[in-house]
């Protein structure tokens, strides 16, 4: 999946995107986008002011303990605190040091790697990488249940100025990831209509933690759960564009037409990822699991 794809998702994963410097000697600290989608210049412009040698190279930012800074003057603590030097920092120590080895191949493995160790600090060991869900969609489950989706909430929590902070489904609560695809009335009508078809009697579910942790522990058989994983994962991955459409398009959606959105896209998922012989659409519209 392209770079340029999340973006138009608008679930960015910084930490998931690098390019290959190698050793660092030819590619600019401050002025290439190594590290995530932009330029460390125009994400920290304040520090980047304090820079002494704008044109560094990354190697020469670069030792054996991690990173170093080289600054016109000393800024004291306080400035540090605002110039977001402890974001650079953060970003930095996610940097894996194998990207930087001499002749630096990017291995999948290491990305994965980077996921691991995010997921492991969050206790979301849960999530399910299943082949049959498409890994935009993995991310953005994944990305919701650390809540760091694009909601209003979490734009404001960056310093985005959001003329509000409430859903902009319901408009009673503050538009949180667990709210708006899980908790909100709107997803709580659409997961209705999905239980219905699915012959199920879901729980009230208030985060993605949890609808997550239920569907990889559902049931007996393997190949169900599978579906159901997909199911609703593909239910939040479709309210997204929901409140896209009513924030962006003034294009109000209801519960029932994103339930049909998210059985057709997931019928899609299950017979050309799932590989699953005989997938027939009608059988599949009266209960998912029935094409088994
Ligand atoms: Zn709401």
Same mark, same amino acid.
């Given at each position: 999946?392209?770079? $340029?794809?999340?973006?138009?998702?608008?679930?960015?994963?910084?930490?998931?995107? +690098?390019?290959?410097?190698?050793?660092?000697?030819?590619?600019?600290?401050?002025?290439?986008?190594?590290?995530?989608?932009?330029?460390?210049?125009?994400?920290?412009?304040?520090?980047?002011?304090?820079?002494?040698?704008?044109?560094?190279?990354?190697?020469?930012?670069?030792?054996? +303990?991690?990173f170093a800074m080289d600054w016109k003057r000393t800024p004291s603590a306080t400035q540090l605190r605002s110039l977001n030097l402890k974001n650079l920092r953060r970003l930095l120590t996610h940097f894996p040091s194998q990207?930087?080895?001499?002749?630096? #191949?990017?291995? #999948?493995?290491?990305? @994965?790697?980077?996921?691991?160790?995010?997921?492991? &600090?969050?206790?979301?060991?849960?999530?399910?990488? $299943?082949s049959m869900v498409p890994i935009k969609v993995l991310v953005f489950i994944w990305r919701a249940c650390l809540g760091r989706i694009l909601t209003a909430d979490a734009l404001t929590h960056r310093g985005v100025n959001t003329n509000?902070?409430?859903?902009?489904?319901?408009?009673?609560?503050?538009?949180?990831?667990?709210?708006?695809?899980? &908790?909100?009335?709107?997803?709580? &009508?659409?997961?209705?209509?999905?239980?219905?078809?699915?012959?199920?009697?879901l729980p009230l579910f208030s985060t993605v933690e949890e609808v997550i942790s239920f569907a990889s522990q559902w049931g007996n058989c393997p190949k169900k759960r599978k579906i159901l994983i997909s199911i609703v994962y593909g239910i939040m991955w479709c309210i997204w564009p929901a409140r896209n459409n009513r924030i962006f398009n003034q294009?109000?959606?209801?519960? $029932? $037409?994103?339930?049909?959105?998210?059985?057709?896209?997931? +019928?899609?998922?299950?017979? +050309? @990822?799932?590989?699953?012989?005989?997938?027939?659409?009608?059988?599949?519209c009266n209960n998912p699991f029935s094409i088994l």
């Open positions: 999946m392209a770079k $340029s794809e999340f973006e138009l998702m608008g679930v960015v994963p910084d930490n998931l995107f +690098y390019v290959v410097v190698g050793t660092g000697e030819s590619t600019n600290f401050w002025n290439e986008a190594w590290l995530g989608t932009s330029p460390l210049s125009l994400r920290f412009p304040n520090l980047f002011k304090l820079e002494k040698r704008k044109s560094a190279r990354i190697s020469e930012r670069r030792n054996s +303990y991690g990207m930087l080895r001499t002749h630096g #191949v990017f291995r #999948v493995n290491i990305l @994965r790697d980077q996921i691991d160790s995010v997921i492991t &600090d969050v206790s979301i060991k849960i999530m399910e990488w $299943s509000s902070t409430l859903c902009s489904m319901c408009s009673n609560q503050e538009e949180t990831a667990d709210h708006l695809l899980v &908790d909100c009335m709107f997803a709580n &009508d659409t997961f209705k209509w999905i239980s219905k078809w699915c012959g199920l009697d294009a109000p959606s209801k519960p $029932s $037409s994103t339930a049909d959105h998210a059985m057709t896209l997931i +019928y899609g998922w299950v017979k +050309y @990822r799932g590989k699953i012989e005989n997938c027939n659409w009608v059988f599949w």
